[in-house]
């Protein structure tokens, strides 16, 4: 669903229809944040805010008592609150969670990067400038859900990319060796 004209829930698709129609489908893959991203980052905190709010709701009915006219304006105001300060970072981690994405073609990586409803950016290096693709390995509990962040290292070029980093990648190290495969089965 197209809201804004840089805000497209389909783009992924759209877009990995598009390069699978030029690449054929086996030489080209999509990469995206995996669902430890989804976990740590937008359920978690969802769940630990609802039980936030659901516990003050009550407390505040326990401190101002069920006949106070106050009662109603200050969970409104509380609501208010909440969703400002806290609901609002979530929301941001559930685009980056569906809108993040790249995609890697035999001629290019592709990155598309959402930040909030009204800004995509879409950066675009060549595979020829790719020098190393490492894997970094950060963390136990990244390890044992095996999510790493890939880095691509690359010669700079007019965009000004040095460094690439997709973060909360699953199962790197397969990726790693697919983005080798692709890139070079087209290598002359």
Do not use: C
Request: glycine content about 2%; cysteine-free; overall charge positive.
């Amino acid at each position: 669903m197209k809201f804004f004209s840089n805000f497209d829930t389909n783009l992924k698709k759209n877009v990995l229809g598009e390069y699978q129609e030029r690449y054929w489908k086996n030489m080209v893959l999509l990469l995206q944040k995996s669902r430890l991203f989804w976990y740590l980052k937008f359920f978690i905190p969802l769940m630990f805010y609802l039980i936030l709010f659901v516990g003050s709701i009550i407390a505040s009915y326990y401190i101002f008592g069920e006949d106070s006219k106050n009662y109603i304006i200050y969970v409104v105001i509380w609501v208010f609150l909440v969703i400002l300060t806290f609901i609002w970072p979530v929301i941001k981690h559930i685009v980056d969670y569906y809108m993040d994405f790249a995609v890697i073609t035999p001629n290019s990586l592709v990155m598309y990067n959402q930040t909030g409803f009204f800004k995509r950016d879409v950066s675009i290096i060549d595979v020829d400038k790719v020098k190393t693709i490492l894997v970094r390995k950060r963390s136990a509990m990244y390890s044992i859900f095996n999510n790493w962040d890939l880095i691509f290292l690359s010669e700079w070029d007019s965009n000004n990319f040095g460094e690439v980093i997709l973060y909360f990648i699953a199962r790197p190290e397969r990726n790693k060796k697919e983005i080798m495969r692709i890139v070079d089965k087209f290598k002359i």
